[in-house]
């Protein structure tokens, strides 16, 4: 790779007599560069004026056999500092904006003189200069402005109060130009260096400030002047050998329904949501940061309370195993009624598991989800977004499809997610659809159907009379609907145990027997 040189380029480079704005001037010349060298002469605090600074650092760059001309003015007038590019040189492609002051004293203690200096100097300079380099940029399709803002500006420092808002003043201005600039090939960005300084010199050690270089800024700012770095807007950390990249970065946030009249109390509950940045975005403009607000304009969230939230629920999905055997489903008729005559073979297939015809009674079915929901209530575990206690629940109904007849025995995976939910001030309706699957990945559980008596009886209890038949129920959504049962078999009324599970498996009561 060739080195890289600014040979028929012409830069300004202000509060360019020591420290930093010298380096610059220095670096930019020793690679081919015209600087003016723009030094006011003043001290730390803004007093004094002095021709010696900037001439000082005309020689040592014309020493090296490079080219600069020496300017005294003000950066508050920044017209005068960009005629003198323009008398010796003819045009201007660079603007390091690198003077500045200090006014340091408490917030309590500050004056409005301490505060308008640090103003006039930092922000008000860097935009007289700037802007009265605009125009030939513009004219001519190319420019490279540099700003400096600092630590201070960015994360705020005690004393400073002046001097951080000015600085990240700067900050502002340079994005906005960087905008501005962008369809005309000038491109703006900015630096937060830590080096040795007129002004560092103030507030930190000379064992310190001898390993805080300039050297180690310059290198990074030559470069972002350079005609083939196509930054812009950039703000970078720069000292000691270190130069990093610093970008905005925003909680994924919280957002309250937009018909809801928010509360105080509303914001300290989704605090902490609000303060989360586990998962976060980088917005590097305007559009991107209104874009979340606009979506929730448009698309309005589900909303929730202090137990609910349907925009977490509504995207969340939650597996949960569950197993059974043939000992589950033998308790499980037992409990229900079946096999109250040990000899009625029709009833035995329930209860027997080594005979041949061993089957699952179908109602069966709503139990792996419910002791799988019960044992996530044991665990702690709930679905994402609703963060409500079992004893906050009131079940009401369920419907569960059997896909095909259930197995003897199976390994099951559960998927829950967020169905439905309704608003019933001061509580909700909420529907899961919840779908089981087993080893093999079919699903197991999850309506239209024909229903066939093929034999129904009455029990002898006159004060609570059993129901039970025997009942063929065929899916006519299947092509082969006469061939096709989901369920053949004896189904009980008024056993305690399943009358919670005749409602959801089929929609159906068995109330009599004709």
Sequence with gaps: MS???????????????????????LTLAARGCKVVVNDLGGGAHGSGQSSTAADKVVEEIRAIG???????????????????A????????????????????????????????????????????????WSIMREKGYGRIIMTTSAAGIYGNFGQANYCAAKLGILGLANCLAEEGRN????????????????????MPADLLALLQPEAVSPLVAWLAHENCKETKGLFEVGAGFMAKLRWERSEGYFFPNQHVLSVDDVARQWDKITDFTTSTHPSSTTESFTPILEGIQHPNLGGNEFIDLDVASKAQLEIESSYD???????????????????????AYVYELGSEFQAFPTYGVMPQMNAMLNMAKQGITLPG????????????????????????????????????????PNAVITFAISSKDESGEELIYKDLAIKSMKCKNSEFDDNPEIKAYIQV??????????VYVFNGWMFSSSPSIAPFDHPVYDIWLVSCN
């Design 66 to 84: 490079g080219e600069a001309v020496a300017n005294y003015d003000s950066v508050e007038n920044g017209e005068a500092i960009v005629q003198t």
């Design 386 to 425: 609703m963060n409500y206690g079992f004893d906050r629940v009131l079940h009401g109904e369920q419907y569960t499809e059997i896909k095909r007849p259930l197995p003897p025995h199976a390994k099951l995976t559960h998927t829950f997610k967020l169905k439905t939910a309704y608003d019933k001030n």
């Design 184 to 203: 005309k090939n000038i491109l703006v960005n900015t630096i937060a260096p830590l080096a040795a300084s007129r002004l560092t010199e103030t507030v």
């Design 326 to 348: 043939e000992r589950d489903l033998s308790l499980y008729a037992l409990g229900i009624g079946a096999a109250q005559n040990p000899l009625d073979h029709s009833e035995l």
């Design 474 to 483: 065929r899916d006519l959504t299947k092509s082969d609907n006469d061939k």
């Design 86 to 133: 323009l008398t010796h040189f003819g045009t201007v492609d660079i603007v390091i904006n690198n003077a500045g002051i200090l006014r340091d004293v408490s917030f309590t203690k500050m004056t409005e003189q301490d505060w308008d200096l640090i103003m006039q100097v930092h922000l008000n300079g860097s935009k007289s200069v700037s802007h009265a380099a």
């Design 3 to 25: 080195e890289l040189r600014f040979d028929g380029r012409v830069a300004i480079v202000t509060g360019a007599g020591g420290g930093l704005g010298r380096q610059h001037a």
